[in-house]
């Protein structure tokens, strides 16, 4: 570690007579009380005059990884940034170490195994050549289906709300949350995708491992509801003062977010052990379920409480 008063000529010196083991990447600089305040790359060293203060030439805007970062982590940073290598600093921003790109390197020659080299990438948010090299018509014709299912559900759910018309047009107010039923049960379903997906790069998944998630998703999505449902329920009733109502809203949005928490979780393990995409076809299908499940048990309550 360098410090800002030092000179070009005084840093080449010191290289000298104290070769580094490993290869140079960048040199950080540190100031007076040891914090990182700029990184200075060889070839501006090289370059610089002998005279010349490395305050001047250094980089001020250092990325660095902080202490607590996972290996993960710190792959994504050379995904994203494309440096060489990156310090690794304390919450007071004090060096503690260098990472270079063979950790990279390293994590990656340790993936022997093809499909777990693949989740990696996915992971970081990078795709191999088959991915990256993809036409736009490539990738319509890979996604279209399965946005298709948003389609579908849409059309669905209006013809479904058809079907109830003699309800909606009796208390006109349950037409009023729809809306907010739907975007309360497709937020849960998407968070539960996201998880899934998440959890999918863990250890291989099996039917006895998803029906426990399956059930612990399913007590969170019930309070989830309840939790939403109630506050919905509430403003129904200080605006309508209609009970009714107000029951229909908190059972419909409790029982709908509980089947999309059930449904986002299962859908991309399902996905997986069918081995089938569940990057691309996860969140269409879940949310398209979860639109019919939620308007369906909403008009349904609807009419059973209202008739």
């Not at 600089?29 to 010349?52: F, H, M, N, W, Y």
């Not at 849960?188 to 029906?211: D, I």
């Not at 003062?241 to 999309?260: N, P, Q, T, W």
């Not at 969140?283 to 379920?289: D, R």
Request: net charge neutral; charged share 15%.
């Amino acid at each position: 570690m360098l410090s800002a008063e030092q000179t070009v000529g005084e840093v080449i010196d010191w290289l000298r007579t104290h070769p580094p083991q490993d290869r140079i990447i960048y040199l950080y600089v540190a100031d007076g009380e040891g914090r990182l305040c700029g990184v200075l790359p060889t070839r501006r060293l090289l370059l610089g005059a002998p005279s010349t203060p490395i305050s001047e030439i250094m980089v001020r805007n250092v990325i660095a990884l902080p202490a607590e970062a996972t290996v993960l982590e710190a792959c994504e940073f050379f995904i994203q940034h494309r440096l060489l290598a990156f310090p690794i600093v304390d919450k007071d921003r004090r060096l503690l170490g260098v990472v270079d790109i063979d950790l990279y390197t390293d994590e990656l020659s340790d993936l022997g195994d093809a499909d777990v080299r693949n989740d990696l990438f996915q992971m970081i948010g990078v795709y191999q050549v088959r991915g990256q090299q993809m036409s736009p018509w490539n990738a319509f014709r890979r996604r279209v289906p399965w946005l298709s299912c948003n389609l579908i559900a849409g059309i669905l759910a209006a013809f479904l709300a058809g079907a109830f018309e003699k309800e909606l047009n009796r208390v006109v107010a349950l037409a009023f949350f729809i809306p907010v039923v739907l975007n309360l049960a497709e937020s849960v379903s998407s968070q539960s995708v996201s998880m899934a997906l998440q959890a999918l790069h863990g250890p291989r998944p099996t039917w006895r491992s998803l029906l426990a998630g399956l059930r612990s998703e399913f007590l969170t999505g019930i309070m989830l509801g309840l939790a939403a449902g109630s506050a919905v329920a509430l403003t129904a009733l200080i605006w309508l003062g209609h009970a009714r109502v107000a029951l229909c809203l908190v059972s419909g949005i409790a029982g709908g977010v509980a089947g999309a928490a059930l449904f986002g979780l299962a859908m991309p393990t399902l996905l997986r052990l069918l081995r089938l995409e569940p990057r691309v076809a996860a969140g269409p299908v879940a949310l398209a379920v979860a639109d019919i499940i939620t308007i369906l048990l909403y008009l349904n309550l609807a009419r059973w409480l209202l008739g």
